[in-house]
Structures are given as C-alpha cells and as structure tokens.
C-alpha cells in the first residue's frame, strides 16, 4: 500500500476536500486535556496541522515517507514513519514515549478502511486515555454536482469498485458497516454514524486530480486498466461543463466519535 500512496503523494495535497475548522474545535471540546492528538495517516495534513491549534503537541504518522516529504511544518506537529512491520510496542513508544493512557485524541480522515482494523483499534485502546480520551474517525464517499453528473459518478465509482483496498466497503456503505467498539460521545455509533455535508469551489483540472489521487486509479493501471481513459475525461468534462468552469461540490461526509 505504501508504494501505492508513494506514487500518489504529488496530487494528494490538493486533491482533497478542506475539512471545516469547526470540526477541530468541537472535536477539542470533547476532551478535557490537551496534551497530545495523534492523526492517523497524514494525508495533505490538513487534519494535524488544525489540531495544533487545541493540542500542545500532535504526532502525524503515515506509513509512507515520501508522503511525508510533502506534508506542512509546524512546531507542534511532529512527523514519523510508521511502516506496517512496526508493532505494536513500538507505537507505543513512537507515539507516546511507551506512555500507555495519555492520548488525548486520535483521529483518521478517510483513511481507516486502509488499516487492520482490529489491531488499530488494540492500539488505540492502549495509547487513549481510560477518562476523556476520544477517537474519531470520518470519510465521505459521494460528490454531488448535478443529477447527470452525479449518475455517471456513481456508475464511475462501481467501475473502480474492483481495484479498492478490501474494505473499500466500509467508505461505499458510508462507515454503517464500520466496527466501532466505543462508546458512543454524541458524534454518531457503530451502525449509525453522524453524516453532513462539505461545500467548496472545485474547478475542473481540480476534480481530475482528485480522479486520479485514488488508490484504484494507480492500482487498476499497474494491471493495464486505465480507468480515467482520453474517453472517460471527455465524458466527464462534458457533464462538468467544460474544462475552464469551476463549480459548486458538496462532498457527502460520515463521522464516528467515541471513548473508551
């Protein structure tokens, strides 16, 4: 996986929908301290550098170093590698200096479904802490523009279906299917996460890049498939609208909160 991300690093930090400032902040209000929040694969790292508006320090880790050559600095987030061969014990101790119970968040953009999910979890159950310790975990799995556009997205989508991580069925069913063995804090529960919506500007080169970030795109044309073929992106251009038009998106988002 990590060398499927490698090649996606360039187009990843523009390619993604910006995450709501006041998520950060409600998400701060839920726990007590403020010592350290760990984000779950860093992405553009967007996520961690808006925590570190609420936490002293923030640990952003992804299992991809040249994903983490493109991340922002910032004097209260530190960066680290973690590879799937780490164990457990020493995330522990990458994390949190082998300080079981000190976590104040940890939080996942989009990227849970990525990860041994049972392992994670053992992890976070060992690094939260046992009062007011708090994990979140959001996606979103549908853009919405208008009611062509919307369809050829959706038959776009099952096309890519084969080319997903395993569990791509935890993002299509919208985390419904997601296990969540917390307690729920308000912010949804296992079987019932909170959903909403995030609206922004996205011109048409924007959306291509967005296309063409996703893991299946790399992973369908290490196996000859071009899924976003000269003939897909005209098609796609054409319901868009043209190539120099900038629309309106709503991004259709799921959320999963809870604590020990």
Do not use: C
């Not at 973690?82 to 104040?104: C, K, Q, Y």
């Not at 979103?140 to 050829?152: A, K, R």
């Not at 296309?211 to 790399?218: D, E, G, N």
Request: charged fraction near 20%; hydrophobic fraction near 40%.
């Amino acid at each position: 996986m990590a060398g499927l991300v490698d090649k996606q690093e360039e187009v990843h930090s523009e390619a993604r929908p910006i995450y709501p400032k006041e998520w950060y902040s409600k998400l701060a209000g839920l726990t007590p301290q403020h010592s350290l929040a760990w984000h779950v694969g860093m992405g553009n790292s967007q996520a961690a550098l808006n925590l570190s508006e609420h936490y002293e320090q923030v640990i952003g880790s992804d299992i991809s170093e040249a994903q983490l050559k493109h991340v922002a600095q910032h004097p209260r987030v530190r960066h680290i590698h973690t590879p799937t061969s780490i164990s457990n014990d020493e995330m522990v101790n990458l994390i949190a200096g082998g300080h079981e119970n000190s976590v104040d968040l940890v939080t996942v953009a989009e990227a849970v479904h990525l990860f041994d999910v049972p392992q994670f979890y053992s992890l976070v159950k060992r690094l939260l802490r046992k009062q007011g310790g708090i994990i979140v975990v959001w996606g979103y799995n549908q853009t919405v523009v208008s009611p062509d556009f919307d369809l050829l997205m959706k038959r776009y989508r099952e096309k890519t279906r084969p080319y997903w991580n395993p569990n791509i069925s935890y993002i299509f069913d919208g985390y419904r299917t997601l296990p969540f063995p917390f307690e729920s804090v308000g912010l949804g529960r296992e079987g019932e996460p909170m959903t909403f919506e995030i609206r922004q500007e996205l011109s048409f080169q924007g959306l291509v890049r967005f296309l063409k970030s996703s893991t299946a795109v790399t992973r369908a044309k290490d196996q000859g498939v071009d899924l976003l073929s000269q003939e897909m992106i005209k098609e796609i251009q054409e319901l868009w609208g043209g190539p120099d038009l900038v629309r309106s998106v709503t991004y259709k988002a799921f959320m999963l909160a809870g604590k020990i």
